[in-house]
Structure formats: C-alpha cells, structure tokens
C-alpha cells in the first residue's frame, strides 16, 4: 500500500523541483505562444492593409476613369486633348495600383481573397482589352461612336470596380475586432471613403449634364441631392471621430481640406452650378476646370482614406516590432526555465541525492563492519559534512573498539595458551611422582 511517509526524501525533492520547473516551462511557453499568435496577427494585418492601399488606389483611379469615360461618351464633340491626358494619367495609376492590388491579394494566403484575385485578374485584362475600342469612340462625334461601346466600356468599368469594392470589403471584414487602434482606423477610412464614393456621382451627374449641354432632369437633381445627403452623413462619422481629443494633428489638417466638399465657397458655388443646370442655364464654368476643380476637392477626402491606410499600416509594423520583442523575450524566459529547471536537478543530484546515496551507503558498510572505508563527503561544509564528520567518528570508535576486542580476544588466548602449559607441567609432574612412589626412579 502507497504511503505518502515511504516516499525517499531525494524523490520529494526531485517532485518538488520537476513541479517548480514545469509551471516555469509552462509559462514561457505559454508568453511565447501568445507572442508568436500577436506577431502571426501582425503580419496579417500589413498584408492585409498593403493589399487594400492598392485596392483603394485602383477603385480611385477606377472612378475617375468611369467618370471620365462616362462624361466623353456623353459629349457629342470628341475627347480634347486635355481630358486625354487625364485619362491617361488615371490609366497609368491603375495599371499599377491594379498590378498591386493582384499580387498582394496572392500573398495574403487567404482562399477568399484568391478568389476574388482571380476575378480581379480577368476583369482587369478585359478593361485592357477593351481601352482601344474606348479610345476610337472617343476620338469620333457622338453619331459616330460604336452603340456597343457606349454600353460596354461603362460596364465593364463598372463591374471591375465592384469586385475591387467586393475584395477592399473582404480585407474589411478581415481586419475587423483585431487590434482596436487599426479598428478606429479602419473606420475612418471607411467613412472618408463612402463619403468620396458618393460626392463623386454627384459630381459626374453634373458634369455629364453640362457636357451634354442639357437642362439637369428632376431624377438628375433629386439623385444629386441624394448622394450628397448620404456623402455628408458618411462625412459626419469622420468629424465625430476628429472630434476626440487623441485625433491624429494630421488627420485634422486634411479634414479642413476635405470639408470644402460639404461647406465653404466651393459646396456653395456647386449648389449653384446645379440650379442653374437645374433651370436649363448654362454655368459660366467650362466643363475641364469643372472636372479638375472636382477631382482636387473629392480628393481630399481620398487624403483622409490614404491616412488612415498609412497609420494603419504603420501600426501593423509597430504591431510586429513589438511582438517580436515579446517572441524574444518570451524564448529567452523559456530558455531560462529550462536551464532553471535542468540546474534545479543537476544541483539536486549533485549537491544532495548522490551525496545522500554515498552517505547510506557508507553507513550500511559500516554496519557490516567494514571500519576501514573512507567516508565521502568530509570536505563539505554543510548538513552532509556535518553527517560524514559523524559518520568519521562512529568509524573512529567503532575502529578502537574492534582494536580492544581484538586485543581482549589476544589476551585471552595467550591466558589460554599459559594455563594449557602449566596443566602440562602440573600433569607431567604428577606422572612423575606417581613413578617414584612406585619405585620408579627413572621417570622424568
């Protein structure tokens, strides 16, 4: 039957300090595999952000190649050279936000995003393929264009920009709930870049009203009014957030750039563009300073979203940096308690369980009688030298001891060895007597 009072002392100890030295491996272990989870979360987060910088960039440049596209087509003169240039100006912007966008969606490692990396692809190859047909028709009159181009280069625009929208929604989601500064960001960014998506339409139903020449239909106006009812509620959230006191300096400098969009002289002088429109007048504006007065205002809040894309992406870096510190500092605590644990027992077997064996079995020696061993451990200064020491002067005695018994033992044999002797004699002069009272004098 197990007793707990049977148990060796050298095997508590050994239990007591195997047990010390798991909870220490265990919490290494454990820092270390958080550690390592928080960096993994890093890494994902800038493969993520990296990949929806490109994506926001290719949906920008994708709009304004819409709305430049959608407003030429609508034009009875061809394309000037002017809005060409633009145009290839955001062509080129694509081409390579598209081509990154494409890569860092491969690189995230995700099925979805793969998916969506594919279709991306495709789409992006039917827009190249379709950019000769769009630039023959814009270079024609209106009577002249294609009827399948003036239907097909918008859409296809359009369904490349809803992927793109589909993928940047993806990362979203995915970004979502882990880690609460890219969170804040996130939502910023989101924000800002609803607040774009819609004053952009807005401003396209303008300008492909003036580039038309015609009065801007109610439908026209109430959609007008619309888009920038849901840009200002979307601008709104931004403003809550710059109202915090930890807002970003940086970020509250773009916003006042970005308000001009919604109050100031610029809203102001576009409401008034729009009732002229709206009255069948036409705006003392031309149609490229209208689209490049639009596009520099619409982009600052495009700003706003590059911003929080960029903190974002730096506070996944400072994510990494930091967990790299804890993975270093979490292995060097496991190293640590590993050489803890292994010293726990070396030093246990060294300084006590192999001294304890020698000491036992200096003892059972001794009670066999063996007093001429050497007894181990006399040059320890501790408990176990204070025992040899002991264990020395029992061998002392014990030796003196067998030397008395010895000697006694001696003693007696010699005394033995007398009394024989003189029992001899006693016997011899005995027989002799015995022969001279017979007569016998010849005996000796």
Partial sequence: MFRFRN????????????????????????????????QAVGRMLESRVTASTSLFSTLLTLR??????????????????????????????????????????????????TALQNTIRAQYQAVLDGRTAVDAALSEPLPRRSASVLTEAPQ?????????????????????KRDPIVD????????????????????????????????????????????????????????????????????????????????????????????????????AVSLNVLRREDTQTNGYLVDIVETALSEMNSRAEAIIVQRFNDVSRAGVELLLALILTAAGFAITWLRFSRPMEQILTAVERLMAGDYEQTIPCLDRGDEMGRIAHALQNFQEHGGRVRAMEAQEREEAQRRLQAAESMASVVSDVGEVVAAAAAGDFTAR
Avoid: H
């Fill in 156 to 176: 296809a625009l359009t369904r490349f920009m809803a992927t793109v929208t589909e993928a940047n929604n993806e990362i979203a989601m995915q970004l979502q």
């Fill in 7 to 38: 148990l060796r002392v050298r095997t508590l100890i050994g239990v007591v300090v195997g047990g010390l030295g798991l909870l220490l491996i265990q919490s290494g272990a454990s820092d270390l595999l958080n550690a390592l989870k928080q």
């Fill in 184 to 283: 804040d960001w996130l939502l910023v960014a989101s924000a800002a870049w609803r607040a774009r998506v819609n004053v952009g339409p807005a401003a396209a139903r303008v300008q492909m009203a003036l580039a038309a020449g015609e009065r801007l239909p109610p439908a026209q106006q109430l959609g007008y009014a619309q888009d920038m009812a849901r840009a200002e509620g979307a601008w709104a959230f931004v403003k809550d957030v710059a109202a915090r006191p930890d807002a970003s300096p940086r970020l509250l400098a773009q916003m006042a750039k970005a308000d001009l969009n919604f109050a100031g002289p610029f809203a102001e002088s576009r409401k008034a563009i729009v009732a002229a429109l709206a009255a069948g007048e036409t705006p």
């Fill in 64 to 113: 304004l190649e819409t709305g430049a596209v959608k407003t030429a087509l609508a034009n009875a003169n061809p394309m000037d050279a002017s809005a060409k240039s633009d145009l290839l100006t955001y062509r080129k912007r694509i081409d390579e936000s598209a081509r990154a966008a494409i890569a860092g969606l491969g690189n995230a490692g995700d099925p979805a995003l």
